[in-house]
């Protein structure tokens, strides 16, 4: 059967299961499919951008926030460097913690910390990988399940492994949903390409 909704998901793995007793615990499977799928999968359908006024130290994340791409000020396009929080602590204990125009920041608590602190208000746009709209009766599709179902489907097959006891077909599940993955993230990379390739240049002497 084909899987297009949240629903014919549940159904097609109690198939492949070949349980009718596991209703309470396949959303669960699904659940931490989802979260395995959010460390594994950048896709450029998860690409978002955010803008704020930049006028303090600290600046609130999106609230699905995932991972920055980069981050930069709209004046003059300055775009700012990520540096780790050491690394920002030593720039300021070496500055006397100075303000003026950002050139770097850091993710800090939930927040983004730039330095130097601003000494006006600036635009900043953040480009960044967004969660990945998790499933549910309420939300029945996603951009994953529409057009990758085999993902959802062989990663809660993965999940359940454990839960059944079925050791035996772990190792296929885990091969099925790893090629699902690569597939994804490939299929990410060649659209971002545009299909270009490597060129030989060719010198005459």
């Known amino acids: 059967m084909a899987i297009t909704t949240y629903s014919e998901l549940k159904t097609s793995i109690a198939d492949f299961l070949n349980r009718d007793d596991l209703t309470s615990v396949i959303p669960d499977f699904i659940s931490l499919a989802e979260a395995q799928m959010q460390r594994e999968i950048r896709h450029y359908k998860m690409e978002k951008r955010s803008t704020a006024e930049i006028d303090s130290r600290f600046s609130e994340l999106p609230p699905d926030f995932l991972q920055a791409i980069r981050f930069h000020l709209e004046e003059q396009s300055t775009r700012l460097e990520l540096i780790s929080l050491d690394d920002m602590l030593e720039l300021r204990q070496d500055s006397n913690n100075t303000t003026g125009k950002p050139t770097s920041y850091a993710l800090s608590g939930g927040a983004i910390e730039v330095y130097p602190t601003p000494d006006t208000t600036y635009n900043g746009e953040l480009m960044y990988y967004a969660t990945i709209d998790k499933l549910s009766d309420a939300n029945t ?65």
């Not at 050791?167 to 990379?189: C, F, K, P």
Request: aromatic letters at 10%.
């Open 141 to 205: 599709s996603n951009w994953i399940l529409a057009s990758h179902p085999d993902a959802y489907l062989y990663g809660a097959l993965v999940q359940s492994a454990p839960y059944l006891k079925d050791d035996a077909r772990m190792q296929v599940w885990s091969m099925l949903y790893a090629g699902a993955i690569a597939g994804i993230n490939t299929e990410s990379n060649r659209a971002k390409a545009g299909g270009s390739g490597l060129r030989l240049k060719i010198r005459s002497y």
